[in-house]
């Protein structure tokens, strides 16, 4: 009868959900069971016999060792393999962590980080990962593009009494992995950022999900367009993108707080956060930007560069930045100017 097969047709549906959700369930589990496995070997090792034994020697037992588990358990034990269990040990030697880490990171996202030469900037990809569920190609993308030193270079500290929270941008931007030549337009800025927009969500904002291009906005009979329109995870809310070629220009301020305020009243869901903006341009006017006060409004404005220059040139540019940006510390300390005008100005 035609209701019985609808009614086989809903209980397959609900059966196959079921499968692929315990298999799903499964598959992490075990992922994460093979990822601490591999931790204790690697531990023992390390303790039962290379920090016991010469290195001579200590070398043939760990061989002999991978030839003893391999003939028992088949592939996966190799000398090389051992010794990374080990490194493994020894980079999380705390079991806690690796047991809390997982469920969320498979081995081969233990194996990216592993070649990562300080505890701190291991940390911060493993962080990364975590926060915006990081394929392990993207993973080994970012630490490829140098995140963590990039994200060194140009941290900073919002400003007080500011709209935008805390460290959720960076100033200057590096744009590099798009590929533009020295004479482009906005147009073309905007293609490459869509044609490589893995890479940009890795460099701009950590947990951000695309959500339109060319936004358009509808005010009495005219009609304006946003650029780039993003969703935040971590801050709940909508990230306002315009991109600017060239200097940065005080009328991008009000068109900005129009952006703003009509995302603010048309788009803006019942749980979220007040939207906030970023302007990205090929160069900030810093003075301009810090008497604007935009931070209070929910506004940033960070350059960005599409081509990394030299080491000297980049070590000058950014010694430069931090040489401007103590100074108005200092003025704000003796009362003697206006407050930053966004994140690192």
């Known amino acids: 009868m035609p209701g019985e097969s609808a009614t086989d047709s809903s209980l ?10 315990t298999r799903a369930t499964v598959a992490v589990q075990t992922d994460a069971a093979l990822t601490l496995m591999n931790w204790e070997i690697g531990r023992l090792i390390a303790v039962e016999v290379l920090q016991r034994e010469r290195a001579g020697y200590a070398q043939q037992i760990v061989a002999t060792l991978s030839q003893q588990l391999t003939q028992r358990f088949g592939r996966g034990f190799t000398t090389s393999n051992l010794h990374r269990m080990v490194k493994f040990a020894q980079a999380f030697p705390q079991r806690s962590v690796v047991a809390t880490l997982s469920p969320q990171l498979s081995w081969s996202h233990f194996m990216a980080v592993l070649p990562v030469p300080t505890d701190e900037a291991r940390t911060f990809y493993i962080e990364q990962t975590v926060a915006g569920r990081l394929s392990v190609r993207a993973l080994r993308e970012l630490i490829g593009r140098q995140g963590y030193e990039r994200r060194e270079i140009a941290n900073a500290q919002t400003p007080g009494g500011s709209a935008v929270p805390t460290d959720s941008f960076r100033d200057p931007y590096f744009l590099d992995f798009l590929g533009l030549k020295e004479a482009y337009s906005e147009h073309d800025l905007e293609e490459a950022i869509l044609r ?21 906005m509808a005010i009495d009979s005219d009609d304006y367009y946003l650029d780039l329109l993003f969703f935040s995870r971590p801050l709940r809310r909508l990230i306002a993108v315009e991109l600017k070629v060239g200097r940065f220009k005080a009328a991008y301020e009000g068109q900005m707080k129009l952006y703003l305020k009509w995302l603010d009243r048309y788009e803006r869901q019942q749980d979220e956060e007040a939207p906030i903006g970023l302007i990205l341009c090929t160069e900030t006017s810093r003075e301009q930007v810090e008497l604007l006060e935009m ?17 000297a040139e980049l070590e000058a540019r950014i010694a430069k930045v931090y040489r401007e940006v103590q100074e108005r510390l200092v003025r704000r300390q003796l009362g003697s100017g206006p407050l930053d005008g966004g994140v690192g100005k």
């Open 295 to 311: 931070h209070k409004d929910g506004i940033v404005v960070a350059e960005y560069w599409t081509a990394l220059p030299p080491k």
């Open 196 to 216: 490589e927009m893995e890479s940009f969500l890795l460099e701009i904002g950590n947990g951000w999900a695309f959500v339109a291009r060319q936004k358009r």
């Open 12 to 21: 397959f549906d609900r059966l196959s959900v079921l499968v692929e959700t």
